[in-house]
């Protein structure tokens, strides 16, 4: 049986919500809120918060959680998540897959988790990822909102911020009638071996253009495989976001 761990990148030091891991959403905490959904999923042998700062760690440690400390100079949740692995390894423990679930999504469901595990009982993923149709015009057509592009095996072609692919001969605004739009879900996993190779690649042309680290796996010849979601999560990048969230979500 594979063991697969779940890892929650949480930085302090955000530049356009500074402490964003530690705002109460309903009475709780977004950190904690995060790494109790996780902890739902049915396909994860071991969730660890990934952090930089000893607030968060000392925070999900006081709510029964587990928490490791990890360099301030990582550029990427990635990084993070492979620091993690070479530490647990060190200590003797191994995983064959690290999820890298997003430490500001605090209704992400348990359900999307084990979709994106059950992708490595497939043989030949070793980066897989969530896609989920695109309804709305004005998501279409916005730098936030990463698109994406697959073959008919379900792997990723291109990610993109821009409205792939373009539509000749159509008004822009009617493309979601006449093309089946997907944007990408940021929740990656990987192979263990894979995720440690990829960290060690360098920056390539079209990551710079696009500021997609996905982009450097792809043009270095690596295969993402993408599987389709349902769900709708909402993540927190501004203060603004939280308004997003019904205080009765929890009943």
Partial sequence: MMKIIGII???????????????????????QRVYEQAKKAKLLTEVVVATDDERIREHVIAFGGKALMTSTLHRT?????????TKLEAEGNHFDVAI?????EPYIQPEQIDLLAAEFEKPGVSIATLIKKLCDTKELFSPNIIKVIKDRSD???????????????KNSETWLQFHTYYKHIGIYAYRTGTLKEITALKAGALELVESLEQLRWLENGYEIFVTETTFESHSVDVREDLLKFDPAADD
């Fill in 9 to 31: 990148p949480a930085r302090y030091a955000s530049s356009r919500f500074p402490g964003k891991p530690l705002v109460e959403i309903n009475g709780k905490t977004m950190i």
């Fill in 77 to 85: 949740g990635t990084d993070r998540c492979n620091e993690i692995i």
């Fill in 100 to 104: 890298n679930i997003q430490g500001d």
């Fill in 155 to 169: 792997r990723a072609i291109y990610f993109s911020r821009t409205a792939i692919p373009f539509m000749r001969d």
